[in-house]
């Protein structure tokens, strides 16, 4: 059994030092010294966060093709922000209580994911818990802990069982007042997703592209193509682990929380009870999508040991990691490059 580490304070730089440190290990492999592949980097800040992509500089015109990814981006967050009154996420949550409001076809993709994965994960996973977010205070990042009673009344318009989607009809209603949808435990991969796809839809089939140090979506060989085993990337409170086709989120409690009367609140609140996660660890999952990954990692968050051990039983091609003192399901051997990091659920890959 691996010994468990002591927390750590995960900070965004972690991850992204991370990646350019393996960027610079891998630039001339010892077996590719021959044809070094450098990488190119672009950035551009968006949904409150640093995006970052990574590609080889060998393909051909890959400013113009980055940018494209970074705009799809952006017209993400023109969608989703919660922050925008002119997003179509916040004319529904205007709108929506009082009649069917149309909605356009991502939007109506986005929400049967998020349908999707707030019932594969029980509710632990629910993006129609903005009311709790917005009682916690972390909406605006001005936590306060709310009184037991707050949080019982808020429970009455929390729920995506309350969200009426016809996706046939691209139409949503909400089944009762004072419902709000809120994206932020998906809405960062889901825009790696629609970057990514916009790469591969351009003929571009080896790259990273991460979302703040949490979120991360790598396709391809990574930067050493002779030895095709994917992207090296970094997990809070060490270890490593290689993505190929495939995604990583992070959900963790060092970058938003509350401390009152001696307890530390994570910004991560468990919408079945409406209370905020109390613990000093990491989770990351690996996985496909990097929407699911985000909206998982979450999920377990907030579950406790027993359920999230039930959730990774029903999900065995999911790859589960925790750092910090608490560890959630039945912890593995860490095998592979996880290092430091727990091993849960699926068979290690690595």
Same mark, same amino acid.
């Given at each position: 059994m691996m010994q468990r580490p002591e927390p750590h304070e995960f900070r965004r730089r972690d991850l992204l030092?991370? *990646?350019?440190?393996?960027?610079?290990?891998?630039?001339?492999?010892?077996?590719?010294?021959?044809?070094?592949?450098?990488?190119?980097?672009?950035?551009?800040?968006?949904?409150?966060?640093?995006?970052?992509?990574?590609?080889?500089?060998?393909?051909?015109?890959a400013s113009d093709v980055a940018l494209a990814a970074l705009d799809e981006i952006e017209s993400v967050e023109a969608l989703l922000s919660i922050y925008r009154p002119t997003s179509e996420l916040s004319h529904i949550n205007r709108a929506a209580a009082d009649r069917a409001v149309p909605v356009?076809?991502?939007?109506?993709?986005?929400?049967?994911?998020?349908?999707?994965?707030?019932? *594969?994960?029980?509710?632990?996973?629910d993006p129609a818990a903005g009311a709790l977010v917005e009682l916690w205070g972390f909406r605006d990042r001005r936590p306060r802990r709310p009184a037991d009673s707050e949080i019982t009344e808020t429970l009455a318009r929390v729920g995506f069982q309350h969200v009426d989607l016809n996706a046939d009809a691209a139409e949503v209603r909400f089944a009762r007042r004072g419902i709000i949808l809120n994206p932020g435990a998906i809405g960062k991969g889901w825009a790696l997703d629609q970057a990514a796809a916009a790469l591969q839809s351009r003929g571009v089939d080896n790259f990273l592209i991460q979302a703040g140090g949490s979120s991360v979506r790598?396709?391809?060989?990574?930067?050493?193509?002779?030895?095709?085993?994917?992207?090296?990337?970094?997990?809070?409170g060490g270890g490593m682990v290689r993505l190929r086709d495939a995604a990583l989120g992070?959900?963790?409690?060092?970058?938003?929380? *509350?401390?009152?009367?001696?307890?530390?609140?994570?910004? #991560? #609140?468990?919408?079945?009870?409406?209370?905020?996660?109390?613990?000093?660890?990491?989770?990351?999952?690996?996985?496909?999508?990097?929407?699911?990954?985000?909206?998982?990692?979450?999920?377990?968050?907030?579950?406790?040991?027993?359920?999230?051990?039930?959730?990774l039983?029903? *999900?065995?091609? #999911?790859?589960?990691?925790?750092?910090?003192?608490?560890?959630?399901?039945?912890?593995?051997?860490?095998a592979g490059e996880a290092g430091n990091a727990e091993k849960q659920g699926g068979k290690a890959r690595g």
């Open positions: 030092d991370a *990646l350019r440190a393996a960027s610079q290990e891998l630039r001339f492999p010892p077996d590719a010294v021959a044809s070094p592949r450098r990488l190119l980097a672009f950035r551009r800040r968006a949904m409150a966060c640093d995006f970052e992509l990574l590609m080889p500089q060998d393909h051909a015109g356009s076809r991502e939007m109506a993709e986005f929400l049967v994911l998020c349908r999707r994965l707030w019932a *594969l994960t029980q509710g632990a996973f790598a396709c391809g060989p990574g930067p050493d193509a002779q030895s095709d085993t994917g992207w090296l990337v970094g997990l809070p992070t959900s963790g409690s060092q970058q938003l929380y *509350l401390d009152a009367d001696g307890v530390r609140y994570s910004h #991560i #609140i468990d919408p079945r009870s409406g209370r905020a996660a109390v613990r000093e660890s990491h989770i990351s999952v690996r996985t496909p999508s990097a929407a699911e990954a985000d909206a998982v990692a979450t999920a377990l968050f907030a579950m406790n040991a027993a359920e999230a051990a039930k959730l039983a029903r *999900l065995p091609t #999911i790859d589960a990691y925790e750092t910090g003192r608490t560890v959630a399901g039945d912890s593995g051997d860490g």
